[in-house]
């Protein structure tokens, strides 16, 4: 399947997506990609098709978000989406040194390891069936021991490192709208 403009792919609501969508916009603007919303029914029967190998399952990871970039491939994972679209964006010339300071390799780390850290404690939180069990593995991995607040402690200190309101001082980067999913959900 061939596109002519990006299709991001996620459920409607904000989850995992701001990074990725604040990047698609600032990379095509508001009518150069779509974002296609999904229900959760409709989500579960093609995580089914995904996992029964079906040859018309939509997803390509049995997970969202996905981005279909114009020549019909698709893709997962938000960050590379929002690394994807920022990369398109400087090639147009679009100027988002602030939102990927890609010109200044020490801001680029510090906004790599923060978006890195927040999807991880997002991917590592665990769950299970039984309610008790899910809060007492939560609450062990959101202590101070646990590796949720361990992460926490460092993007923390993270955010002591410039002055201003965002991870690398007054403009927010890719790893604040990562840090904003994380702690919205």
């Known amino acids: 399947m061939t596109t002519t403009k990006p299709v991001f792919l996620y459920f409607p609501l904000t989850g995992r ?3 990725a969508r604040i990047a698609l916009f600032a990379a095509f603007g508001k009518d150069g990609w779509v974002n296609e919303n999904i229900d959760f029914t409709t989500f579960k029967e093609e995580k089914k098709k995904f996992t ?6 939509r997803l390509v990871s049995g997970s969202l978000p996905q981005l279909t970039i114009p020549s019909g491939k698709t893709f997962c ?3 590379s989406i929002a690394r994807w679209a920022c990369s398109w964006a400087l090639k147009n010339g679009v100027d988002v040194k602030n939102l990927y300071p890609v010109h200044d390799p020490e801001s680029y780390i510090l906004m790599d390891e923060a978006m890195t850290f927040a999807m ?3 991917d590592k939180c665990p769950s299970d069936a039984d309610p008790e069990v899910k809060k007492t593995k939560r ?3 959101s202590s101070g021991g646990g590796f949720m607040g361990r992460a ?3 993007l923390e200190t993270r955010m002591t490192l ?3 309101d965002f991870i690398l ?8 709208f990562t840090i904003y999913a994380l702690t919205n959900m």
Do not use: F, K, V, W
């Open 17 to 19: 997506a701001p990074a």
């Open 139 to 141: 609450e062990e991995y």
């Open 152 to 154: 926490m402690r460092i």
């Open 77 to 79: 994972q938000t960050s």
């Open 120 to 122: 991880e404690i997002l």
């Open 169 to 176: 001082g007054n403009d927010p980067s890719l790893a604040d």
């Open 52 to 57: 029964e190998g079906a040859s018309d399952a």
């Open 162 to 164: 410039t002055s201003g």
